[in-house]
């Protein structure tokens, strides 16, 4: 099991607001390579130069450009491939910097807690799983092919290298919460989780999303969203709205919604939908996969029964979660001197 990655459109990524981790997945059993790629995949020792510090770990300039070029792509999607000249523009990279670093602290937060519980990312069979994942990667093919992986790599802005340091993190995180199940920190047992999932934990909702990839403004997307809201509060059937103008997905021809528990989804999700009643709508509530409209429901107990071990999972996993994140909290990045050197604009030019 991979603790804190989902795809539902308000789920939490490795961090908040790190999808672009997730989109990575697809890459395994996409290409394959053979055999005499180390030089081929092997980071310059520029790009493992490190450019920040966290927790005494070094954070190597490949995984900097990493998170912040995918920042920067979803940045221009979401406004304009020329916003960095419009008026937002300085403001806007700023909050890129900030979001960068925040991403990093979170990334690094697995390994500094793994530290704490005497886990090392050194230890050999860390490695070993490290090294047998990428092994299936690297498996031969028919069209054995380094350098065409080596550049698909590229295409998402990442390198072999960083591709296995977020396998390793995946790794560390597992053994993360084994490490803290052992320790009673998250518990098991079934009767605790059994009171947990049918109890206040747990809460349903549906949702009627503005997503925020259409094509379309800030503006323009908060703007439907509020008429969506007026809508539904208008006493319009809230699931016929959802089929009708709801951009999530997973909930077309879904009646029963999400079953939401702390440290699953986007805080701002999690915390509109905690603070409704049964029968209650919200307000407009921003996340990174858009805007959202929400309604809570009652849960159904034949729910509850058939899908209880994926629910308890996922309260084990938000208590993960929220460790992680109350320990990312305490952390910093510390930038170092190399960095001056660079920005989003010739970030590129590190490869």
């Known amino acids: ?27 395994l059993g996409l290409l394959s390579c053979g055999k005499n790629s180390d030089k081929i995949l092997e980071s310059s020792e520029l790009e493992k130069t490190a450019v920040m510090t966290v927790d005494g770990f070094e954070v190597p300039l490949e995984l900097y450009r990493y998170i912040a070029l995918n920042y ?16 937002e523009g300085p403001a806007l990279l700023e909050e890129l ?41 690297y498996e031969d093919t028919a069209d054995n092919d380094y350098a065409a992986f080596a550049e698909y790599l590229r295409s998402y802005n990442m390198t072999d290298g960083v591709y ?24 098991s047992d079934e009767a605790a989780l059994e009171e947990a999932v049918a109890g206040s934990d747990f809460v349903r909702v549906k949702q009627i999303l503005v997503p925020a990839d259409n094509g379309k403004s800030d503006a323009e997307n908060e703007k439907r969203a509020e008429e969506l809201h007026a809508m539904a509060v208008s006493g319009e059937d809230f699931d016929e709205l959802v089929q009708k103008y709801g951009g999530d997905l997973f909930m077309f021809n879904n009646p029963d919604g999400y079953y939401v528990t702390r440290g699953t989804y986007h805080e701002a999700f999690e915390d509109a939908a905690f603070s409704l009643s049964p029968g ?72």
């Open 72 to 87: 920067r792509r979803d940045y221009e999607a979401s406004h304009s491939p020329d916003v960095w000249e419009t008026a």
């Open 164 to 187: 296995r340091f977020i396998l390793r993190n995946d790794i560390l995180a597992e053994e993360l919460m084994a490490r803290m199940v052992e320790r009673g920190e998250i518990p």
């Open 97 to 137: 910097k900030e979001n960068t670093a925040a991403s990093i602290v979170r990334l690094y937060a697995t390994l500094s807690l793994a530290k704490q519980y005497g886990i090392s990312p050194d230890d050999a069979y860390v490695k070993d799983a490290v090294d047998a994942a990428m092994k299936d990667v």
């Open 280 to 351: 209650e709508i919200s307000g407009v509530v921003r996340t990174d996969a858009g805007w959202s409209v929400l309604k809570r429901y009652e849960k159904e107990a034949d729910y509850l029964a058939e899908h209880f071990d994926e629910l308890a999972r996922d309260y084990m996993s938000g208590l993960y979660n929220i460790r992680l994140e109350e320990h990312a909290a305490s952390l910093t990045a510390e930038p170092a001197e190399l960095l001056s050197s660079y920005t989003i604009f010739n970030l590129e030019n590190t490869y």
């Open 1 to 27: 099991m991979v603790f804190c990655v989902s795809r539902h459109p308000a789920r939490r990524s490795a961090g908040r607001g790190i999808s672009l981790l997730l989109a990575l997945a697809c890459i």
